[in-house]
């Protein structure tokens, strides 16, 4: 991208110019020995045409909405429509979602966004002993299709869309939604919305996992297979670096392990002989926006670029849609501090605005008091309103890609794809992600990255202000009390026993049974789950015929 | 010791003869913690040791032994036998801290009233089994259990002592561990009554069986005569179970075999073996303390240290006095 | 001679999951952390009942049991651990908490006996010097 002269002349200029600065640190030196990014990659001084001068603008750059896609996947990107800002909510029992659901819809949102109380995560009914004071605390319990149709009772299931955030049990999770908007007279065709559907990342990092790697991967093609043939509006997975990088992963290992997980789902579903360009263009990403700025707004550009390489030569997909990323962003729910709350609203900003400048597809940030509670409705607007002020005030979506070309942002930018390729090469030589799982890689790696992080902070290395820098003295934590209303458990135990014994038992015995042998025969599970589902089979019955099959993960012993 | 001690530590002895779980756990913390009170409490108990069948299992990290151990025990108490596991971890020897991770991979095993574990940190021994280790495979033998299972972990020379405490040791190892076979010339093979090759469903658990037979044959040949028992090689996996139940069955036939030909010899062994790792400890500590402290044997340490005598002389010299002074 | 042996003591900690959450970020720093700071620390993986984590605690003959959570059950879990350990006799055993706790909650989990509760942002220097200084001598 530069003449060979212009570069010299630089190099020859930035050795008189070191000697200058040799010279000025004697008197005033620099605050740090070495600076690092948050993920620890060390940054110099100064960037210059010299630190990208290896570049090729349209092999490494190119247009905005072209291949690479480094710039973007949209031509136009934010000049066209800004990012869709999603807010994730909900807990309680359905009748209390169904509510809020409505409140959101006449208040012009069509994005909804579902969260699962702990037992619904972990495919367990209410009725579970481990679900004892955890039903509906930090999400909606759903135990069968009943209460998928009460959250979505008077809510008309083809206006809306809805992102389900559920993993292990995501097959029995969409079975129950297409199973009730079919109850509204509305087709799978109709129905559009997520299943987060991202097992891997459960056993690397937010370990809500429930049966061993290859089943789980095994189920999650499914939901890819089926919904490519009969939903095609459903996003059937969203892959997620989000929790791996709030696990303590540094930026790196958030993308690495990410990809890695992505290339593990395409391959298999190839293997099962699907193509690439059918099912690719639905693939979707999350990712967390941590605090470092320039840092993280060079990890979604080195993020695009790496996919629609690896869509594209490892893959063959000739699609350009095939070869986007898109993502979905939240702000870092870690980086938040429990200290001097109104702190957090600056912090949600800035990674808000480098989610932004990354080319996010949708963000959520998050609310200023959600380091340790749901947020309250005041929180939620101010982060609300942060998106908005970036979008409308700022000018940032004015032009696509403005820190394009910044000497430092495209050395970051390599950087990081550099050492991420390192990690992917690593896992693939380890036989793929499924493998480096197995062996405790990943896992041991993020364990490493929290554990460092932690010692940096207590030894004042890394400054957190207001937790080990510019304390308030007096401040005394105050942590809301969290209300949950333990009538919701009772009222979710008393409906699933009044469904289990209204219900035609022996319907059910005979689809669980079904069920039992598809899944023995390495079928397809997702009619025999939309069967079972249809006549009120349980979640976690549903789920113990699967264990029964698949067996269960047990975690590694790893610090 | 005082009159309290001696009343604290039988009444933890008659607990553990009486297999209540409390006074195991503690009378563990006694031989970890408390030299001062082990031997009185070692002395009330050991009469009634010598009952249980002590397996050892050793193998690299990441073999899966606490999963097998696992499946190993629910068999066990299916037939009605009372288990005692002692996982040992290593010691970090900067912080003399440890992360002791076993139980995870057992957390089935919780919640059985006959079933009890036990995770320890290696402490600094050298062979993998420190006293406390020894002495609590005592205590929960003379607790009742019927079978003890001691896990240790490492490569090369940290798992050798457990030969001299169990009567059946199982050497666990797996595909995929990519330097099985410098493991395999550390040492170990030596040691193992039973190889498990464990993890069977995944990767090349035939090839590894193999590589296990041609390594014990060959080191056969240089036998002067064939032993009585041959090692088995058995695969196993925990997750389809196979080989499962036919490794319990080889470990108790181990057991047989043992007992009809040369328990008394072993218990011999193990018993010499004890008596010369006490009596070195304590010979160890003593020439520490006269060395440190003693006048006069400090002064032949000065000497060593000016290179006036040798280390072999000086050696002598003060063993010499440790034997004129008799005060241990 | 016996008398010059240090009577080593080494602080054993079991570290627990109790609940559904998976979370363990802070349960394996904390782990860690104690260990680096000399301990012996046993842990017991995820989503143990309350009997579960007594049963091992009382295995294990531990001076301390430290509790992690994050799921919102604490009242329901955390008292019941303790209760459990006094069952059992074990009612030296030094309990405490870290993770999300909503402040108002602290003082009744005080009352039924949770020693501290740690929260966010909480160094572990801070944990260790509390362990040290409320470990108790138990016989």
Redesign the interface.
Known sequence: MFRRETLEEIENRLKEWEKLVQEETKIIPEREKEFRTLSGIPVKRVYTPLDIKDKDYMRDLGLPGEYPFTRGIHTTMYRARFWTMRQFSGYGGPEETNRRLKYLLKHGETGLSLAFD??T??G?DSDH??????VG??GVAVDTLKDMEIIFDGIPMDKVTTNMTINHPATVLLAMYIAAAEKQGVPPTKIGGTTQNDPLK?FIA????VF?PEPAVKLAIDIIEYCTKHVPKWNPISISGYHIR???ATAVQELAFTLADGITYVKQAIERGMDVDQFAPRLSFFFAAHIDFFEEIAKFRAARRMWAKIMKEWFGAKKPRSMWMRFHVQTSG?SL???QPENNIVRVAIEALAAVLGGCQSLHTNSMDE???LPSEKAVKIALRTQQVIAYETGVANTVDPLAGSYYVEWLTDKIEEEAWKYIDRIESMGGMI?AI???FPQREI?DS??RF?KE??EGKRI?VG??AFVDEDE???????R?DPEIEKRQIERLKRIKKERDNSKVQQRLAELRRAAERGENVMPYILNAVKVYATLGEIMDTLKEVY?EY?????? | MAEGDIEFVERIAEGVLRGDVRSIARAISIVENEPRLAPLLISKIFPYTGRAHIVGVTGPP?SGK??LIAKLAKIWRKDGKKIGIIAVDPTSPFTGGA?L??R??M?ELTGDKDVYIRSMASRGSLDGLSRATRDAIKILDAAGKDIIIVETVGAGQAEVGIVKVAHTVLVVLCP?LGDEIQFLKAGIMEIGDIFVVNKAD?GDADRVVLEIENILEMASEFLPQKPAWAPLVIKTSV?TNEGIEKLVRSIEEHYAYIRGTSEGEFVRDKIIEELVDIIGENVREYARHLITKDSMCNEILERVLKKDIDPYTAARKILAEMLKRREF | MGEEKKEERKIRVLIAKP???????GA??V???L?DAGMEVI?T???Q?PEQIVETAIQEDVDVVGLSIL???H???LPKVVQLLRERGADDVLVIAGG??????IPKLKEAGIAEVF???A???KIVEFIKKNVRKRR
């Open positions: 702990f037992p995560i972990m367990l002993p481990l679900a004892h004071g955890e605390v930090c459960e937010q370990k809500s996992y061993p709030e696990a303590g870690v501090t429990a200290q380091a340790w509670a493998e197995k062996k405790g364990a929290a554990y932690q902070v207590e957190i937790v080990n005394k934590l105050e942590i809301p009390l969290l949950v067996g047990k975690e590694p012993i790893l610090f | 990441g606490s999963s992360l991770g076993d995870i991979r957390q995929g995944i997750i | 609940g559904l959450n998976g979370h363990d970020r394996k720093v782990a860690r952390g260990r842990y993986g995820l989503r009942t799921s919102g059950a009242m329901t879990l999300i706790i909503p402040t108002e909650d929260l966010p942002g160094p572990i220097s």
